[in-house]
């Protein structure tokens, strides 16, 4: 093949993840596989889910673990009896748990709850999951993937009670010093976290 008409074909092929290989006369174009980072982030378009985290705090890192598998995604689903939402995972995919960025000081939400290695990782989903239900008495709702700014008074959950076609939860919020009173937060994971990317005040409608 004349260089000119090879180079055209690599300026046509020439995007992202592709490559044009020549075997003779033959062009085959090879297209990869995004990363599995940038295949599975999508339920949260082009929010940069990186600046939701406080990445200073010494504290902090006692909430972040490694990277997530399945194996540890499957673990936690049998030891909460829940399967996790693809929001979830794809939120933990980005950074597995960690306390919520001074930034988004009108924030109540100060701790995302990541998967540990072990089920009783300290810090982990899976222990805390264990302390608020048998030790607070929190409701056996959901999941509680979220710690507020009373220390525990009150939690952020994934009702499932309430899912939607995709499978993903209602957050709520279950105030444990009012006998465990439930508020509607938002609609699912996603329209949360939107919420405190947006770092407004959010509205919440007590359910009966």
């Not at 673990?75 to 919520?100: C, D, F, H, W």
């Not at 899976?126 to 056996?140: L, Q």
């Amino acid at each position: 093949m004349q260089m000119k008409q090879k180079h055209a074909i690599q300026m046509i092929f020439q995007q992202p993840n592709t490559e044009a290989v020549y075997i003779g006369l033959v062009c085959i174009v090879i297209i990869y596989q995004e990363s599995k980072e940038e295949y599975f982030m999508s339920l949260f378009g082009d929010i940069d889910l990186t600046k939701l985290f406080d990445h200073d705090s010494e504290y902090g890192k006692s909430y972040v673990f490694g990277e997530l598998t399945d194996e540890m995604i499957a673990r936690a689903e049998q030891t909460l009896g829940y399967k996790m939402p693809a929001s979830y995972i794809e939120l933990l995919k980005v950074q597995n748990g960690g306390m919520i960025s001074d930034e988004f000081d009108e924030s109540w939400l100060t701790t995302i709850y990541g998967i540990g290695p072990t089920a009783d990782t300290y810090n982990s989903l899976e222990e805390s999951f264990e302390n608020w239900k048998e030790e607070w008495e929190y409701p056996d709702i959901g999941i509680p993937f979220g710690e507020t700014q009373s220390a525990g008074h009150d939690m952020y959950y994934m009702d499932f009670r309430s899912v939607d076609e995709n499978g993903e939860p209602r957050i709520v919020r279950i105030d444990n010093e009012m006998d465990n009173e439930v508020y509607f937060v938002a609609d699912n994971l996603v329209e949360f976290i939107k919420l405190i990317i947006a770092n407004q005040e959010i509205e919440e409608k007590r359910l009966d």
